[in-house]
């Protein structure tokens, strides 16, 4: 366990806010949590991962603990699969690229997605047809008032589209230190369902490493680069409307593109309705929406968050105003 005081989370947030954590303490062991929780209990707590998916608003006044819990083990294999354990401080990408380089499958759709492995539960990760949920066996988090480390199976997180319940009942109230994901050692279940996948592919031979390239090609060309321009991926969730919503919204504006999810529910792109609502490239001062893809805002290099906050209440009203629908943000605001 290593301990800071004041420290800056300009390097540690990829929207590159600078604001500091008035005691901020590295998590490196789950022997560190037991210490931590004996000493100090489990008022006040924040916990940083890759700092991907977080929009900081203020200094931290509370502790921030930061998962740096390592380490990339294979418990049981046998001819099909193999179930990993994964410490919650692992660079996401870096594991995925693990993975590919074992060829393993499962997780190649969700290359170069920032952040931490700790962090990829709670708002259930996805992109290209994969989804976390997908090869999620199950994983350990230290519950703060219970003063004690649990197992969590699939069902108790309730995984929902960017969605768990460590966003909802447990927010806040735990720590992800270890997770297990089921991976393919077969070349069988690859998903290249997405549109700019089969297309990024074409001509060249699928397998899970190309899949990777592709993903990571595709991404790189949509997305910017966090240590370029800062951003926290898609700001906002897309939309799950209701089919009598949807059906409204398909009347005054026929060329509404749209995903239908279930029986009851449609998904909206919300990068379509910023699109229309004439947001994409825009900047406002210091921030504003990406020209290739206005879901995500972005840092100019120096915005505040509260800058960050208040332009997305502008796009936010702005959908509200022209389509009649709510848009929510993805990312955590601190
Ligand atoms: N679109 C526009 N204008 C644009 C860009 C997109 O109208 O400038 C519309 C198009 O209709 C397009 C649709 O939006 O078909 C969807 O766009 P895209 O395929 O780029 O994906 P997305 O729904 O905007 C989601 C995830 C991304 C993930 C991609 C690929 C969410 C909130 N975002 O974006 O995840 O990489 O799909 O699977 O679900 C993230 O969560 O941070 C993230 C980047």
């Given at each position: 366990?290593?301990?800071?005081?004041?420290?800056?989370?300009?390097?540690?947030?990829?929207?590159?806010?600078?604001?500091?954590?008035?005691?901020?303490?590295?998590?490196?062991?789950?022997?560190?949590?037991?210490?931590?929780?004996?000493?100090?209990?489990?008022?006040?707590?924040?916990?940083?991962?890759?700092?991907?998916?977080?929009?900081?608003?203020?200094?931290?006044?509370?502790?921030?603990?930061?998962?740096?819990?390592?380490?990339?083990?294979?418990i049981?294999?046998?001819?099909?699969?193999?179930?990993?354990?994964?410490?919650?401080?692992?660079?996401?990408?870096e594991?995925?690229?693990?993975?590919?380089?074992?060829?393993?499958?499962?997780?190649?759709?969700?290359?170069?997605?920032?952040?931490?492995?700790?962090?990829?539960?709670?708002?259930?990760?996805?992109?290209?047809?994969?989804?976390?949920?997908?090869?999620?066996?199950?994983?350990?988090?230290?519950?703060?008032?219970?003063?004690?480390?649990?197992?969590?199976?699939?069902e108790?997180c309730?995984?929902?589209?960017?969605?768990?319940?460590?966003?909802?009942?447990?927010?806040?109230?735990?720590?992800?230190?270890?997770?297990?994901?089921?991976?393919?050692?077969?070349?069988?279940?690859?998903?290249?369902?997405?549109?700019?996948?089969?297309?990024?592919?074409?001509?060249?031979?699928?397998?899970?490493?190309?899949?990777?390239?592709?993903?990571?090609a595709?991404?790189?060309?949509?997305?910017?680069?966090?240590?370029?321009?800062?951003?926290?991926?898609?700001?906002?969730?897309?939309?799950?409307?209701?089919?009598?919503?949807?059906?409204?919204?398909?009347?005054?504006?026929?060329?509404?593109?749209?995903?239908?999810?279930?029986?009851?529910?449609?998904?909206?792109?919300?990068?379509?309705?910023?699109?229309?609502?004439?947001?994409?490239?825009?900047?406002?001062?210091?921030?504003?929406?990406?020209?290739?893809?206005?879901?995500?805002?972005?840092?100019?290099?120096?915005?505040?968050?509260?800058?960050?906050?208040?332009?997305?209440?502008?796009v936010?009203?702005?959908v509200?105003?022209?389509?009649?629908?709510?848009?929510?943000?993805?990312?955590?605001?601190?």
């Open positions: 366990m290593r301990k800071l005081e004041n420290h800056s989370l300009k390097d540690l947030n990829t929207f590159g806010i600078d604001v500091n954590a008035r005691d901020f303490i590295v998590i490196e062991h789950e022997t560190d949590l037991f210490r931590w929780v004996e000493s100090h209990g489990y008022e006040d707590i924040h916990v940083l991962g890759g700092g991907s998916n977080l929009l900081l608003t203020q200094d931290i006044d509370g502790y921030l603990l930061k998962n740096e819990i390592k380490g990339i083990e294979i049981v294999e046998d001819e099909e699969t193999v179930l990993v354990e994964v410490g919650g401080g692992e660079n996401w990408h594991f995925v690229l693990w993975a590919v380089e074992h060829g393993y499958g499962g997780i190649e759709n969700m290359s170069l997605i920032p952040g931490t492995v700790g962090a990829a539960p709670i708002q259930n990760i996805g992109a290209y047809g994969v989804e976390l949920k997908d090869v999620f066996e199950g994983l350990n988090a230290f519950h703060w008032e219970k003063g004690e480390e649990w197992v969590f199976t699939k108790e309730g995984f929902g589209y960017r969605d768990s319940v460590f966003k909802r009942a447990l927010r806040n109230k735990v720590f992800i230190t270890r997770v297990y994901l089921r991976l393919t050692k077969q070349n069988h279940s690859l998903n290249t369902s997405y549109g700019a996948i089969s297309k990024e592919l074409t001509g060249k031979a699928v397998s899970i490493r190309s899949i990777s390239d592709a993903v990571i595709i991404r790189q060309s949509k997305l910017p680069d966090p240590k370029v321009l800062g951003n926290s991926g898609s700001f906002f969730k897309n939309v799950e409307l209701s089919k009598e919503t949807f059906s409204n919204l398909q009347e005054a504006f026929p060329s509404v593109p749209h995903y239908i999810m279930d029986e009851q529910t449609i998904k909206v792109p919300t990068a379509w309705l910023i699109d229309q609502c004439g947001f994409k490239g825009v900047r406002y001062g210091e921030t504003g929406c990406y020209e290739k893809q206005p879901l995500v805002l972005v840092n100019y290099g120096h915005a505040t968050g509260a800058e960050i906050l208040e332009f997305s209440k502008k936010q009203k702005k509200q105003e022209k389509f009649n629908v709510r848009i929510s943000p993805e990312v955590n605001i601190w």
